[in-house]
């Protein structure tokens, strides 16, 4: 299973390109809503959460995402259960990926040091700790962090390949007609 975490202001792209491709790669996603289940993105989206955070059960868990956009990563942040989940995900090795600004949540926590990562260029000196990769979509031990918005089909595919395979990522790179 894995969490999407949605909190007011978040990058609808971020947030529904990897749950889009994780559904279609056959993965069990729930999108959880920080505070409500109706949650309004930074470009006025208002979707409609599975559920809310504080419901989340850590049983069968595979991996956490964490969108970026704003205010919603400084939301993501300044709660209490995805910051527990975070946590929970640090010390038991679980996948966790971020995009955009929200590997900036990552590196406040000290969870980038000794590892490679990436986010939006403003929000690079964040990654307290970390070495800063010219990739665009960056795998460093159990954490996944991608640039932003336009990498965000990327950073869905790299999640289907680490949860699935890579075959079926290639698959979903000739459906979706998605070219580097």
Not at 62 to 77: H, K, Y
Not at 110 to 118: D, I, M, Q, V
Request: charged letters at 20%.
């Amino acid at each position: 299973m894995v969490y999407v975490f949605l909190a007011e202001g978040f990058e609808e792209v971020e947030a529904l390109a990897p749950v889009d491709l994780l559904r279609r790669a056959g993965v069990n996603v729930i999108t959880a809503g920080v505070g409500s289940k109706q949650v309004t993105g930074s470009h006025g989206i208002t979707i409609e959460a599975d559920t809310v955070a504080q419901n989340l059960d850590i049983q069968g868990l595979e991996a956490i995402v964490l969108p970026g956009g704003l205010p919603g990563t400084l939301n993501l942040e300044a709660s209490q259960e995805v910051s527990a989940m975070v946590d929970h995900c640090a010390r038991q090795g679980v996948l966790i990926a971020a995009i955009c600004a929200a590997p900036s949540i990552l590196g406040h926590k000290g969870l980038l040091k000794g590892k490679e990562a990436t986010a939006a260029p403003s929000f690079q000196k964040e990654l307290e700790g970390a070495a800063l990769s010219d990739d665009y979509v960056c795998l460093s031990g159990n954490i996944l962090t991608g640039r932003g918005m336009g990498v965000a089909t990327q950073f869905g595919l790299r999640l289907v390949e680490l949860l699935v395979s890579r075959e079926k990522a290639q698959e979903l790179e000739n459906a979706i007609q998605w070219k580097k």
